[in-house]
Each structure stands twice: as C-alpha cells, then as structure tokens.
C-alpha cells in the first residue's frame, strides 16, 4: 500500500509538472527573434549580364546608405537588413527575383532594378503583394503611370523620366548644337530607349527640325553596326541621337568614327558608365554628349564621392549616386510612416517632399510617383567627362 500511495503521488507530481512546462510560453525560434529584431530592405540589382556595371554601382550606392542608417541606430528603434537579389540583367528573373524578395525574405520595400524593362517586370508581383519598389534610374514613364493613364500604386523612382531625358537631349541639340536634321538609332527590345527616342523625336520635330532616318537593333545580338551608320552617313545629319546603354553604344561610337562620321552624337543616362570609354575610346567620344542625373565633378557630390571611395575605393557615377539616393529615400519614407506597415510606406512616400538626395531635392508628384528634380548634359573632352550645362524642369 505505501509503495502504492509513493507511485501515486510520483505520478500526480509529473503531470503537473508536464501541465506547467506546457502551457509556458514557448520561446521563440532563433529566425523569428532575428526577424522581430530588424528592418528587411530588399534590393534587385543587375549584378551579371549585359548591364552588370549598372547594377553593381548601383547596389553600392544602396549598400552604403544602409550601412549608414545603421552607423547611426538604425530606423525605428531596429537596425536594417539589406537582402539582395540578383536579376542577372534579365526581365525573366527580375520577377522571380522580386518574387523571391516579397514572398520568402518578408521585405517591406524594395530598391532596384536599374534599367526600365527589368522594373516593369516587377510591377505586377508588387500589386499583388502590396510592397513599395524604388527604381533609381528606371526612367520609362509606364514604370509609374501605365499608358492607359493608371498608377502603379507601389512604383516610385528616384530619377527623372524619359520624356523629360528626351526632351532635355532635343532641346540641348537644338539650342546648343545647332542641329536641323537629326538620325536615331534605336534598341528595338528596350522600352527605356524606345521611350527616350520618341521624346526627342517629338521635341525635336515641334521646333521645326527633321528627324531625317531612324535604325534600329537589338542590344546583346548585334555587334556590327557598320551598315546601319553607312545609311546614316549618307543622309548627313548634325546629330545622330544614341538612346542606348554603354556596351552597345561604345560600339557604335568607335565605328562610325572608323566611318569618317564627325557630326555630333548624343545620348542619355545609359551612357554614364565608365565602360563606355574603354569600349569607345577617347578619341571617338569627343564630340559627343549625354543627359545624366548629375555630374561628377559637382562639388556637391565630394562628401558622397569621400566616403563611397573609402567604403569601395572606386569612383562614383550616377547609379551609385541613384542607388544611394533610392536608398536613403526608402528609409526616410519607413521614419515618417512610423511603421514597417507597407501600406504606411507608400503613402509616406507618395507624399515625400523637399527630399534631400545626393543628386539634388526632389519632390513626389503623387499623381505621377515622379520626382520633380532637374537634369545635366555631360560632354566627353579628351576621354573626360565635363559638366556642360544643367536643365531644370519646365
């Protein structure tokens, strides 16, 4: 009997002890807390493939202003997690990579891609999932506003737009070149040249001046441009207007040179990395011009120029100046919402005035997601690049 009642109260002792372990709260799984503990930020970059040197500066320039933030405690009372994807240069794995940002690594706001088509790609996924994406040099319209007069709720850019870049490159051709007859050679897969072009084109022809020929081809497949420009020559325009990105359009510079053409050549941002000398060649780029978001021999840059050397020991270009900029506007839209709430952050964002970027201020159009910001023309002189004028917004 008391080996009994001894059996007995062992066992009415475990369960008990089985009842109060049970219904303690459980502690956290190691990610969770992690999670709790931080701000994810993603980033969709075009670290390989044929715009690799865009992403790559771009997602520096992001990378820093992170860093950053967090040097100085972070947002919120948390510090930020910067997640990177790789878009590989591609609109294909653009959307799986935002796919793969929203759905598996919970961030609540995105910066990149660089170019226009891989931004695009990504607007449908970010609809769905209600996560706010700031492209830092996505310049085609459709990005924010679809052609049919729609707002892409969860787009914003921190750049200007390709009609404005446009209009900017046919007004500079006019006022400064002179130009009467202009060609433009077109790459008929990229909606940021094909946006680009028709500004120009309507500008340009509105003043009066003729576009007299207009080419095309297709960027990644076409390496000899030798008798696109061979038409060109013989209509004998003053300016032939580039919208292209670097590798192509190094191409095309250094061989109509080859060709003897001397006239003018003009481009806009896509022309801004330092490839496009080494592709081109100094002397073929003298004569030639493109619309950039700033310049960097602007004073105003060299405190940005100091600390991005010391962070990379490389030189700044404008996507590294529009990477840091998307960046930084990310996380002051996340301190004025209050709240890693998604849909706080858009509408911080839509409203974002008097922003002060590396580039300039800018300030949200809420009807357009567009910032109201001003543009430079940039000339090539011996291989160098010098500030020839700025633009502002009319």
């Not at 992690?34 to 701000?39: E, G, N, Q, T």
């Not at 990378?63 to 009372?77: H, P, Q, S, W």
């Not at 490839?275 to 021999?297: E, P």
Request: hydrophobic share 40%; with cysteine.
């Amino acid at each position: 009997m008391k080996a009994k009642k001894i059996f007995t109260y062992a066992f009415v002792a475990l369960m008990c002890l089985a009842l109060v372990v049970g219904c303690s709260p459980k502690a956290p799984a190691p990610d969770a807390t992690k999670a709790a503990d931080v701000i994810k930020i993603g980033g969709n970059f075009e670290l390989t493939g044929g715009v690799a040197e865009f992403g790559k500066k771009g997602e520096m320039g992001a990378k820093l202003a992170i860093k950053e933030a967090n040097a100085k405690g972070g947002i919120l009372g948390k510090k930020i997690e910067y997640v990177g994807a790789d878009n590989k240069s591609e609109a294909s794995e653009s959307t799986l990579a935002t796919t793969k940002l929203v759905t598996q690594d919970k961030v609540v706001g995105i910066i990149g891609p660089m170019t226009s088509t891989n931004t695009l790609a990504a607007v449908q996924v970010l609809n769905d999932n209600k996560v706010p994406l700031i492209t830092p040099t996505g310049t085609n319209a459709t990005v924010t506003v679809k052609a049919d007069g729609t707002l892409n709720k969860w787009m914003f850019r921190a750049c200007f737009i390709d009609p404005f870049q446009g209009e900017v490159a046919a007004n500079f051709a006019i006022d400064q070149l002179k130009s009467t007859k202009a060609s433009i050679i077109i790459d008929q897969k990229s909606d940021y040249a094909k946006g680009l072009a028709a500004s120009f084109k309507e500008t340009f022809e509105k003043a009066g001046k003729q576009v007299i020929s207009t080419e095309q081809y297709v960027a990644g497949q076409d390496k000899d441009f030798r008798s696109i420009l061979t038409n060109i020559k013989a209509k004998n325009p003053d300016v032939i207007f580039v919208p292209g990105y670097y590798g192509e359009v190094g191409l095309i510079v250094k061989q109509a040179r080859d060709l003897g053409m001397k006239m003018a050549m003009l481009g806009g941002d896509g022309w801004g990395d330092d490839k496009l000398l080494d592709i081109a060649g100094k002397d073929s780029l003298n004569n030639t011009f493109y619309v950039d978001h700033v310049a960097s021999d602007d004073p105003a840059l060299a405190a940005f120029a100091a600390s991005f050397k010391a962070e990379y020991n490389q030189d700044i270009n404008s996507f590294a100046v529009l990477g840091y900029d998307a960046a930084k506007m990310m996380i002051a839209a996340i301190e004025k919402a209050g709240s890693t709430d998604t849909a706080k952050i858009q509408a911080a964002l839509e409203t974002m005035s008097g922003f002060k970027g590396v580039s300039g201020e800018s300030t949200i159009d809420p009807k357009t997601h567009n910032p109201k910001k001003s543009a430079s023309i940039i000339k090539f002189v011996d291989g160098k690049k010098v500030f020839a004028a700025r633009v502002n917004p009319k």
